[in-house]
């Protein structure tokens, strides 16, 4: 049992390598590999000391990360993930065997890094010799967790890009596995303003000789993807052609699944989570895992084990149930693209006759088409800010919402924690007056940081 001296140091620990990685601007972002490459290699190049899978793709990165952690794990193997960003710790960042890695080893990578850190700092250029940047944030912790990893050490690295692909600090793995899923328009003012040349960035994870799984992608996606991987000899499969979801019912806390494979049919799978995009990301998972694990027809995985995998997932934040009566969800959806998926899955699994939306949003998202898509299923809207330095002024996001919803069905807080309360009272108001109104809930929504700051209140 850890006293709680030295449960008060590694709290501290961790604190102080927190503090450390803010100061480099956890939104900072330089699209050059260079410091990464350059900091990798005075750390004696860990990420070569295991095979990875890569993911890549607009939304489902994090769930489908999780599910193939949790299927490699069923199989035996010693995983470590990388996923971003994170909800409640940094910490959550850097998992090995399923779990966010404790805070005392989070602060030791941090203290193996940290003086190559602030050797490429000092020296301020590139490896070309032209000036440069200070290490990022993010490049700083991808090399954390590589060296996380390699210490550990573990048997595969599952790793999601932080942004894009191409330029991405984690593209220095040159994995042989590669999973994308769906692309849609996101961060249209630094991977481009066109699913096309956004595909194209992500395309850039793709590899000599890798094995590329791909969930349906819009027809604008499909070109730069395929001619990516004929120019570097890697093999495609296709959700869809290769693989798929051949059948899915709704089941008490989640979906029963039946799932074609590379290798084969897998059946009476049970996932824990919601909605057809949920279904979509395991069947990417398990083409992934299978094309790692040399499964091929006639050689199919052990469907024991694959049913064990998918049981055991989680996904805090996606769709999450934190609270009852009312019932109040969480997710983290940050574009129209993810918000669709919410809608459906939400529509699906849980029969609400009155539903209330909290929304806080970042300024450079689409959130007049988030609201958009709200707008048919919300009985009204409480909008609000989250915790981010860039998030949207409540009034600006009022203004959108009185113009989706009209001004009767908009409730608007500046706190978050006011919000929330606001939208639990307004749901259980019952238009009769005499008792509260049965089949009630709250969805907690519009960004990442948002599902992280209501996670953070309501678990108070």
């Not at 190049?45 to 939304?59: D, E, R, S, V």
């Not at 590669?178 to 303003?193: K, R």
């Not at 994870?205 to 120019?231: D, F, K, N, W, Y």
């Amino acid at each position: 049992m850890v006293s709680n001296d030295r449960a008060a140091e590694d709290a501290a620990e961790l604190a102080r390598a927190e503090a450390g990685l803010n100061a480099r601007g956890p939104g900072r972002m330089v699209p050059d590999r260079d410091r990464i490459v350059a900091l990798l290699d005075l750390l004696g190049n860990p990420q070569l000391a295991y095979p990875a899978i890569h993911l890549t793709g607009t939304n489902g990165k994090t769930s489908t990360s999780r599910m193939i952690d949790s299927l490699l794990k069923a199989f035996g193997l010693r995983v470590g993930r990388y996923t971003s960003p994170h909800l409640t710790s940094v910490t959550e960042r850097i998992s090995l065997d399923g779990e966010p890695i404790p805070g005392e080893k989070f602060a030791a990578a941090y203290d193996e890094v940290a003086p190559m850190a602030e050797l490429l700092d000092a020296k301020a250029v590139r490896p070309t010799g032209e000036k440069g940047d200070p290490v990022t944030y993010f490049e700083f912790t991808t090399a954390m967790a590589f060296a996380a990893f390699a210490d550990a050490p573990v048997d595969v690295a599952v790793v999601e890009v932080g942004l894009g692909g191409e330029w991405d600090a984690t593209n220095v793995l040159e994995a042989g596995v590669a999973a994308i899923t769906p692309i849609s328009l996101d961060h249209a003012a630094l991977l481009g303003g066109s699913i096309a040349s956004i595909a194209t960035e992500k395309a850039g994870i793709i590899h000599a000789g890798a094995s590329v799984l791909t969930a349906v992608q819009p027809p604008e996606a499909i070109e730069p993807l395929l001619s990516r991987a004929a120019s570097v000899g890697a093999s495609v499969a296709r959700e869809g052609v290769e693989f798929g979801v051949l059948e899915r019912t709704i089941a008490v806390g989640g979906q029963q699944l039946r799932l074609k494979g590379l290798a084969g049919e897998y059946d009476e799978i049970f996932l824990p989570l919601y909605g057809a995009h949920q279904a979509q990301n395991a069947v990417l998972a398990l083409a992934a895992v299978e094309a790692f694990l040399g499964a091929a027809p006639g050689r199919q995985l052990a469907a024991d084990a694959v049913r064990e995998g998918f049981a055991a997932v989680r996904s805090p934040g996606r769709l999450e149930r934190l609270r009852t009566s009312p019932t109040v969800l969480v997710d983290a959806a940050h574009n129209p693209a993810g918000m669709a998926a919410t809608v459906q899955a939400m529509a699906e699994s849980f029969a609400f006759r009155k539903l209330v939306a909290v929304v806080a949003v970042l300024d450079d998202k689409d959130y007049r088409g988030m609201l958009e898509l709200l707008e048919p299923v919300a009985d009204a809207i409480v909008v609000t800010e989250n915790s981010s330095p860039r998030r949207l002024p409540v009034d600006d996001l009022a203004a959108v919402a009185v113009d989706v919803f009209g001004a009767d069905r908009v409730d608007v807080s500046s706190r978050l924690d006011d919000a929330i309360e606001s939208a639990v009272t307004i749901a259980e108001e019952d238009d009769g007056g005499d008792s509260p109104l049965a089949g009630a809930g709250v969805l907690i929504t519009g960004s990442v940081v948002t599902a992280a700051d209501a996670r953070r209140l309501l678990a108070r």
